[in-house]
């Protein structure tokens, strides 16, 4: 199993950026869909953003589409989040998470290696 390590978060002013890294550990992600996710209390944990394997299909959701984009460098074992124009919704814990499959998917539950979550905090 992958061990998966978020890093990035932070507090930021709305319109600015951050940007997240997921660093894997334990074996290669080359061969792994990866998705960020994120979540705010009380509410299910929600789909951002996925990678195909070799970085060639992504996909995101509409809350963030055209300001957020999901990146990997398989050599670094690592996939990034780069967030831009946030939002005081896009306040959260964000997931990186590993599936066993080449492609991404939307549901959570389709993932078997979980990060333990960064927060970011989006102010006015």
């Known amino acids: 199993q992958v061990q998966l390590v978020e890093s990035g978060g932070g507090l930021v002013q709305a319109g600015g950026s951050l940007r997240l890294s997921c660093a894997a550990s334990?074996?290669?992600?080359?061969?792994?869909?990866m998705a960020w996710f994120r979540q705010t209390p009380g509410k299910e944990r929600e789909f951002v953003a996925g990678?195909?394997?070799?970085?060639?299909?992504?996909s995101y959701a509409n809350s963030v589409k055209g300001r957020f984009t999901i990146s990997r460098d398989n050599a670094k074992n690592t996939v990034y989040l780069q967030m831009n124009s946030l939002k005081l919704e896009d306040t959260a814990v964000y997931y990186c998470?590993?599936?066993?499959?080449?492609?991404?998917?939307?549901?959570?539950?389709?993932?078997?290696?979980w990060g333990q979550g960064t927060q970011v905090t989006v102010s006015s």
């Open positions: 334990g074996r290669t992600i080359s061969d792994r869909g």
């Open positions: 990678i195909s394997w070799q970085g060639g299909t992504t």
């Open positions: 998470a590993a599936r066993a499959s080449f492609w991404y998917h939307q549901n959570p539950l389709e993932y078997d290696s």
